[in-house]
């Protein structure tokens, strides 16, 4: 496998992927996802990270994890840090001279990533009464460009209950961004969308509902061979979103955001951006399909 690539950037993008030890479906329980949503909530009112969209199933976990690196604020990085420090029994007090590598930490993909994974082991052999590892190793990321592959890669992860067989309607799965958006608009409460660029064209009011027909459709997609082949709607359509549903199926398909090998999911020329970003001179040879970004427009 390729070495992960992080972003020293503002906005940087990333699909990140842990899997259980010897995946061994310790995630099973309601309970455990639970715990792992709420650690998840925990870290991202600390770090200048937010999670965009996250999918837990009984031995693995998906998300889509934007890390930004505003600027250095004093009083912004001493408030995450005393907010973190609530939480302990014995927490520390803040110190000026912590705050730049507070801010590094938490601008920091690793140490995010370190953070959760380590939480969520803690308190899962806590809960179970166990102890020894829950995560079978380092977590794999792969940079993501905004736009058609940020929206396939946030579909994919949204689809996994699907293609699991857990659920036919990914809204019906609770341990997934979709699924609890879904619940709390049932509940009359207007939820935030994830926050992807394709849906930043939206009026604000109509973009968790629009995420949510959008991936119901493309559930239904996936699972009738007829609709699929046909691509009948061809389009997705909704208040001037357009997205055409066979070019979205040849991402998911020929370039699938879960191909661990590559790391980096977008254009040829984002890919070659990135790679050279931080120093890897690698020419692309090989041609893919074209990410369904090509073919979505605002009208």
């Known amino acids: 496998m ?13 699909h990140i992927m842990t899997r259980t ?12 996802k639970e715990m792992l949503a709420d650690h998840l909530g ?5 770090f200048y990270c937010s999670v965009l969209t996250h999918t837990f199933l009984g031995n693995h976990y998906h998300l889509l994890l934007r890390v930004d690196r505003p600027e250095f604020d004093l009083e912004d990085i001493k408030r995450r840090f005393e907010l973190a420090e609530s939480r302990k029994v014995n927490p520390r007090r803040f110190h000026d001279h912590m705050a730049e590598y507070l801010y590094n930490r938490y601008t920091d993909l690793s140490d995010f ?14 809960q179970a009464g166990t102890n020894g590892h829950l995560w079978g190793g380092r977590f794999k990321n792969v940079v993501v460009e905004e736009g058609d592959a940020e929206l396939a890669v946030a579909t994919y992860i949204e689809m996994n209950a699907v293609r699991a067989g857990i659920v036919d309607d990914p809204t019906e799965y609770p341990h997934s961004s979709v699924g609890e958006l879904k619940q709390k608009l049932e509940a009359g409460k207007e939820p935030e969308a994830p926050q992807l660029s394709v849906l930043e064209h939206l009026p604000k009011e109509i973009q968790t509902r629009t995420y949510v027909d959008w991936m119901r459709y493309v559930a239904l997609t996936l699972q009738d061979p007829d609709l699929k082949r046909a691509s009948l709607p061809k389009q997705f359509t909704a208040q001037g979103w357009v997205v055409d549903m066979k070019a979205l199926h040849e991402a998911l398909e020929t370039r699938a955001p879960a191909n661990w090998s590559r790391p980096v999911y977008g254009s040829d020329a984002f890919t070659r951006k990135t790679l050279e970003a931080v120093g890897w001179l690698i020419p692309i040879h090989r041609r893919e399909a074209p990410p369904p970004g090509a073919s979505i427009a605002v009208a």
Request: proline fraction near 2%; charged fraction near 25%.
């Open 21 to 32: 030890a010897q995946q061994v479906h310790w995630l099973k329980d309601p309970a455990v």
């Open 113 to 126: 990533m370190y953070y959760f994974n380590r939480g969520t082991a803690v308190a899962y052999n806590k």
């Open 2 to 14: 390729a070495r992960r690539i992080k972003l020293q950037k503002d906005g940087a993008l990333y």
């Open 42 to 46: 925990q870290l991202t009112d600390v």
